[in-house]
Structures are given as structure tokens and as C-alpha cells.
């Protein structure tokens, strides 16, 4: 059961590029789509190509592709990053900082080929498993399987929904072209057809062993329920109450996790699925049977001071709000700061080798520069090495408790709120307990919190958004080219208007 480690080396012969059944077509052992689901190792194969398309990578499962679609799509909208000098000979990734794409831009139409191929996969699981003859798979287990691929479907379709203001629900498993052609879902349905796939995906199994890490569990399912019923809250004024109640049912029901006092560990491959990770992108260093399980990523993150390829920095802004509540008794800023930020101050420079294995100044000359410490191993060696295995968290207990914290404080109760805020900025950040008491301030030092744990964990443009502060944050931040009419949401790729008939 290993293959939900990794993306799995049978993905290439999972993935097609039309709509015929990919298991209709004959192969040397003859298995097709009557006789492939035969027990549970054939629906575990299947759940891995479905776990896949999360990593984001091309056809020819290159390993670069993932950070190339990922990180432009997700987070070069956003203002607490900058464009890095090597991402300005890319037009593609260029014009989504600078908000100038149109929909024949390359990655978002990635990300979103990538997303529906992992419906499609979630829909074959959920229909064929169910179909599989009585004593192939005992009832229970075939559940939890479906379970399993309805949390993936909702999932995706929740990526797709954050990304582009209506999508197109996905909700059987197409053998033909005639089913492409289908129309835009209005977004209210979308939310409430994502909400019961997750709801049906709250019966998987609370954890799983070591053989079977990161698999979709219960907590997965209640937190992003949690997230979509805050989303949903602000987005439908009218069924606000309504919301904020489920909303807070289902993250209560996130149990079992706990803040890692370590913040950087989490993102540098020395503390995979920690005891504060909910759900994560799974990667390692093996290359058995040729499948792809690493990536370039690190190099992707990393400046080029440290030996990176300088694709993207943090920003001024993102700098200030770090530094915003000043230096701690100890002189020093929030501790999130020097886990996430590589930067020129006497922390970085006191001869203990902070960075890789040597002061700031040996690697930057005396230069002043920003650079991202999240996502990069701790040592030179590792940094070096052309490949790493850091895995990606996707949901985290902080943000949990920070939603949490935004739902009572919008229910009125700030009181309730304030101990969860100041649970996650003494346990990360090391900061004395927040001041104020007020809803106003609550909802400020949310923001806030928001704003500094998440760095390049891609939540910061939904954040802005749910509190209506795009236009706002990024004209604050310089980023002259947003208009948010345009822009809040990417457009439906051209490829998919070629092929669906109905749009």
C-alpha cells in the first residue's frame, strides 16, 4: 500500500489525453474496464493515479513541472511575494504576476487539466468499485474505497472552485466525448455538491498505519468541511448563521493533532507528517521501477545566492507585517520570521552557521537580499543534491485553529477566539498573547497570523478575497496590474471551450 506515499510509477499509464474509457484499450495482459476491478489491490492502483494529480505534473512526469504550476498559479497573485529574476524569462508565468494572462495561459490550464483528470479518476473509483461482485471485496472496505475517492473528488473540485468563480461539477465517470459537452454549475451548487462529498468522506478512518501515510483521513475530510463552510459563509450573506455553525461542527471534529513546537521542520523534510499535519503531498527520494517520487522544487524555492534558480521571493510587505508587532524580550522578531525568510540581521550572522551551514553574509557578499527559507533543506549538501524529497502540507492543525478563531469572532464571540490565536502565535511564533478584545481587533491579529504563517502555503489569495481586501492589499503592495473585476478569478481555459460544446 505504499503507492499513496508517492506518486505512483503506474500514473503514465493511468493518465489519457480523450475521452475514450483508458481501460477499454486492449494491452498485453488483456485487462480492460469489465475485468480490471478485481479485488482491492486493483481499486488501491486506481486511488493512487487519483492521488497523483495533486503533484501537478505533465505527461511526461518531469520534475520540475509541479513547482512551475503550483507556485505561479497559486502565489505569484499574491502580495506577500515577488517574481524572481529567472521567472522573468517565462511570459507564461510572468503575465500571472503582472495579472496581463488570458485563458490560453499554459499553467492554470495545468492546474485545471490536472484537477478534472483527478475527477475523472475519483468518479471510474466511485462507480466501478461499487459495481464490483459481492466477495471480491468485503462491503466495509469497498465503502471506505468510495469514501475515499468521493474526499478526492470533492477535493479537486474545491481546488478548481477557490481558482475560477464557476466550474463544471464532474459527477460520473465519462467512456465517451458525447458527455464532455456540459455547462458551467453556478457556484452555490458547486459549494454544496463539494460539501457533501466531504461530508461522506468524514467516515474514512481517524489515521492509518505507516504503509498507508497519507492517505485522505476523517480530520482531513472535517477541516477542509470547515473551510468550505467558512468560505461559503461569506460568500451567501443570507445563509451567513447558517454556515458559521456547520462551519465550527466540523472543525471541532478535527481531533487528535497538535502544534509543532519546530516550524520549520515541517517544511524541510525532517519532520514529514508531523503531529500538527492533516493532509500533505507525499514525496521521496526512491526511484525504484523507474517511478517518479522526487522533485526540483527545492531549487525551484531557493535564491540564487543559496544555488537555487531564483524564481520567487518574499516581498516588502510580507517583511513588514513579519516585523509589524516588533522584537520580542529576547531582541528578537516573531520566531515564524527566521523560520520562513533568509534575511540580513545579526540572527543570521552570528557565526553559527544559521544558513546552510554558514552566516547570511558568506552566501550574500554583503548584499541585502530576501530569500524564502520555507521549503529549503537545512543543509548546504541537501541544498546541492539536484533532487529532494520535502513533502508539501496542505492543511495544517495552525490553520485549523485559525479558522476556528475566525469563525467564533465572527459569531460574536472574540473571547473564544483570542486563546486558539494565542495558542498558535506562542507555540510558532513565540509572541506574548495578542492585545485587544474587541471583534475588530480579533479579526485584525487574525489577519494578520494569516498572513505570516502561510507564506508560499498558497492560502493568502482566498483569505483576501473571503474578506472582500484584494484590490486593497495588492494596490498596497505596488501590484499595479490587478483589477479585480478581472482578475479575482482566472478565466476557463481555451482548451476546455474547444472541447465542450456546451460552453
Not at 18 to 24: A, E, G, N, P, V
Amino acid at each position: 500500500m505504499k503507492k499513496y506515499i508517492y506518486l505512483a510509477g503506474l500514473m503514465g499509464a493511468f493518465l489519457f489525453s480523450s475521452c475514450d474509457d483508458f481501460l477499454t484499450v486492449e494491452s498485453p495482459d488483456e485487462l480492460n474496464s469489465e475485468n480490471f476491478w478485481r479485488d482491492e489491490s486493483d481499486v488501491e492502483s486506481a486511488l493512487a493515479s487519483a492521488y497523483s494529480q495533486m503533484y501537478l505534473m505533465t505527461y511526461s512526469g518531469d520534475q520540475w513541472s509541479f513547482p512551475e504550476v503550483k507556485w505561479p498559479v497559486e502565489a505569484y497573485r499574491e502580495d506577500v511575494v515577488n517574481i524572481g529574476s529567472d521567472a522573468m524569462n517565462y511570459p507564461n508565468w510572468v503575465e500571472l504576476y503582472n495579472f496581463t494572462y488570458t485563458n490560453g495561459n499554459s499553467q492554470f490550464t495545468s492546474m485545471w487539466g490536472s484537477y478534472y483528470r483527478g475527477i475523472s479518476f475519483a468518479n471510474q473509483i466511485i462507480e466501478k468499485t461499487s459495481e464490483m461482485a459481492e466477495g471480491t471485496i468485503d462491503q466495509s472496505l469497498k465503502n471506505e474505497y468510495i469514501n475515499e475517492a468521493r474526499f478526492l473528488r470533492g477535493f479537486y473540485h474545491m481546488q478548481l472552485l477557490l481558482n475560477w468563480e464557476e466550474i463544471i461539477i464532474r459527477d460520473v465517470y465519462l467512456t465517451d466525448a458525447n458527455g464532455l459537452d456540459k455547462e458551467i454549475s453556478s457556484r452555490e451548487d458547486t459549494w454544496t455538491f463539494i460539501v457533501e462529498d466531504l461530508k461522506a468522506a468524514t467516515a474514512l478512518p481517524e489515521k492509518y498505519s505507516a504503509d498507508n501515510v497519507g492517505r485522505a483521513t476523517k480530520g482531513a475530510a472535517y477541516a477542509y468541511l470547515g473551510f468550505a463552510y467558512l468560505t461559503m459563509a461569506y460568500e451567501t450573506p443570507e445563509k451567513e448563521g447558517e454556515y458559521l455553525t456547520a462551519a465550527l461542527n466540523a472543525l471541532n471534529n478535527v481531533q487528535g493533532y497538535s502544534l509543532v513546537s519546530d516550524f520549520s521542520s515541517m517544511f524541510d523534510g525532517s519532520n514529514k507528517n508531523s503531529e500538527e499535519s492533516i493532509f500533505e503531498i507525499q514525496f521521496s527520494m526512491s526511484s525504484a521501477n523507474g517511478a517518479t517520487y522526487r522533485t526540483q522544487f527545492h531549487q525551484w524555492m531557493a535564491c540564487s545566492e543559496l544555488g537555487g534558480w531564483d524564481e520567487i521571493l518574499p516581498s516588502q510587505t510580507l517583511m513588514d507585517e513579519f516585523m509589524k508587532e516588533g522584537v520580542k524580550s529576547d531582541g528578537l522578531y516573531d520566531n515564524r520570521l527566521y523560520e520562513t525568510v533568509y534575511f540580513q540581521c545579526p540572527y543570521f550572522n552570528d557565526g553559527t552557521g544559521k544558513v546552510l551551514g554558514q552566516d547570511y553574509d558568506d552566501w550574500f557578499e554583503g548584499t541585502s537580499k530576501n530569500a524564502f527559507k520555507k521549503f529549503l533543506p537545512s543543509t548546504a549538501a541537501e541544498m546541492e543534491a539536484n533532487y529532494s524529497a520535502i513533502n508539501v502540507p496542505l492543511m495544517r492543525y495552525a490553520n485549523v485553529l485559525l479558522m476556528k478563531a475566525e469563525v467564533l469572532n465572527k459569531q460574536g464571540h472574540p473571547e473564544q477566539a483570542i486563546p486558539l490565536i494565542n495558542e498558535v502565535r506562542k507555540v510558532h511564533g513565540g509572541m506574548p498573547d495578542m492585545t485587544g478584545t474587541s471583534q475588530d481587533a480579533v479579526q485584525a491579529q487574525i489577519e494578520h497570523e494569516r498572513m505570516i504563517e502561510f507564506p508560499l502555503e498558497n492560502y493568502r489569495w482566498y483569505d483576501l478575497r473571503r474578506w472582500g481586501k484584494l484590490t486593497e492589499a495588492l494596490q498596497a503592495a505596488g501590484r499595479s496590474g490587478f483589477n479585480e473585476s478581472n482578475n479575482a478569478f482566472y478565466p476557463i481555459p481555451q482548451t476546455e471551450l474547444n472541447a465542450n460544446q456546451a460552453l
